[in-house]
């Protein structure tokens, strides 16, 4: 039995180290001039995508610095192919270089190594100074032509280079060795260890234990059926778990659903208990009080104002549960966002001046955004009308477009009360009031913030409250054209 040992030991050794030079030898021989074009290629096309020209035509210090310190030249020119920047004394080499590429004229002593949409990557051979380059030319976004060369290293620095890249395969081959060593060993001297702990960890009723040694002798069956027996107890309790935690699950969601039931419910009836009791209350007045024709009128445009409450009430609710089951489908195209504001302030105009609001809005410009037109319009609706209708103090209503990063972002602000904090998440939930009794007067249901809140999650966008200086503010964001 020693002598099996040992010779698998000695067989397994002699396998690693030809595997090992075999393996070192391919490295070498396949991928070492590609590892080294190929970080001097990533330095290239970091240095490219690094370049960012300021107002003075000239480039970072960070961008100089990078440059130096990896050996790069670069030159930097406008479309007009007027010469903005290089970091070089002496340019002519490199202007001759950017002009014969922008013209196509490439020489016999240049190849090209890489060509992408917007760049290609050189290897040119200087004859008269007998040094190899390697090159990127192209344009950037901002319309500037660049050209970007470093020299390909000397021998010396080649050689280090290589010594690097040996180094690296050499501790990847030495920590898979040491780790291939160490499974070799642990397979022949420690599996009778390994089940001794596995048997305690069973008796503990921890079945994720496993045995790992593997092998075709007694011990190694034994191990599977160790692993066969433990895999068998832990599906079954696995699949206790999974019911429960089914089960748990199912009662939490139920008992959600019932109390959003509820809350609707109530809400809901709520909502429509006032109108309802209005509108009886003047009917029996109509029906049994003798009036004049006035006081009927009046008893009449009572009713007529309830029954409107209430027709927009459902029509509010059957505008958010289309939102929200995904049944309204959104109609996206492409509007200016500016025009669409424009006709909503205008649409509110007469109640504006009726209440001494002064609003402020830029309509100069054009902002082309993506978005349903209709809906959004829902959206400033909503901002403006609440705008309107909590705005105190001086009274002014002020609408602002602006950029924020690739998005839109529209503010309503309107000077008044702040909403207080631990309300300002709620306000977008349905039938949800800050001040219910302000709420009713004006005639609103708490469902206008709720259909604000659902369009804007239709679109992918975002929508939220703060409360600045001097009153609220209402935002919403829409993608950039």
């Known amino acids: 039995m020693k002598k099996s040992l040992k010779t698998r030991i000695a067989v397994s050794f002699l396998l690693l180290t030809v595997i090992s030079l ?44 990078f440059c130096a310190m990896n050996g790069l030249s670069f030159l930097l020119a406008d479309n007009n192919l007027n010469l903005l920047v290089t970091n070089v004394r002496e340019d002519r080499m490199l202007t001759a270089r950017m002009f014969g590429s922008i013209m196509g004229k490439e020489n016999e002593n240049s190849e090209i190594l890489e060509q ?34 470093c020299p390909l290293q000397s021998i010396h620095e080649a050689a280090e280079l290589s010594l690097r890249f040996y180094i690296v395969v050499g501790i990847i081959v030495i920590a898979a060795s040491v780790l291939v060593i ?29 045995y790992t040694s593997g092998g075709s002798d007694e011990i190694g069956v034994l191990g599977e059926n160790f692993n066969i027996m433990s895999d068998r107890l832990e599906q079954s309790i696995s699949q206790l778990k999974t019911a429960n935690a089914q089960l748990e699950k199912d009662i939490a969601e139920k008992t959600q659903i019932d109390e959003m039931r509820r809350e609707f419910l109530s809400s809901v009836s709520h909502e429509l208990k006032t ?53 309204d489908r959104l109609d996206i195209q492409r509007f200016d966002l500016i025009e669409l504001i ?40 909503n901002y403006l009308s609440n705008a309107c209708n909590y705005c105190e103090g001086e009274k002014i209503i002020r609408i602002t477009v602006s950029t924020a990063g690739n998005q839109i972002v529209t503010t309503v602000f309107n000077t008044g009360n702040h909403i207080p904090e631990d309300s300002l998440d709620k306000i977008w939930n349905k039938f949800y009031k800050v001040d219910k009794a302000r709420t009713r007067a004006y005639g609103g249901s708490g469902l206008g913030l709720s259909i604000v809140k659902a369009i804007m999650d239709a679109h992918g966008q975002s929508c939220w409250a703060a409360n600045v200086e001097g009153g609220v503010s209402f935002s919403f964001t829409l993608p950039i054209e």
């Open 182 to 210: 160490l499974l070799i060993t642990g397979n022949i001297m420690a599996p009778i260890t390994e089940l001794s702990n596995l048997s305690v960890k069973m008796a503990g009723l921890d079945f994720n234990a496993r």
């Open 22 to 65: 075999v393996a070192i030898g391919v490295v070498h021989l396949f991928f070492l001039e590609d590892y080294y074009l190929t970080g001097k290629k990533n330095q290239l096309i970091t240095a490219k995508n690094m370049i960012s020209v300021d107002r003075n035509n000239n480039v970072s210090e960070d961008y100089t610095r």
């Open 342 to 381: 424009s006709g909503v302030v205008e649409a509110h105009r007469l109640n504006i001046s009726a209440k001494g609001i002064t609003l402020e809005f830029d309509r100069n410009g054009k902002v082309p955004v993506w978005g349903d037109q209709f809906k959004i319009g829902e959206v400033i609706t």
């Open 275 to 327: 109108p309802i009791a209005l509108i009886a209350g003047y009917a029996e007045g109509l029906k049994e009080m003798q009036l004049d024709e006035e006081s009927r009128n009046y008893y009449c445009d009572v009713i007529m104002d309830e029954a409107n409450k209430m027709n927009k009430l459902v029509m509010e609710l059957l505008s958010l549960n289309h939102l929200e089951s995904g049944e």
């Open 116 to 149: 992408e949409t917007g760049y290609q990557i050189l290897k040119y051979s200087d004859p008269s100074a007998s040094v190899d380059y390697l090159e990127i030319f192209g344009m950037t976004d901002d319309g500037y032509i660049y050209i970007i060369r």
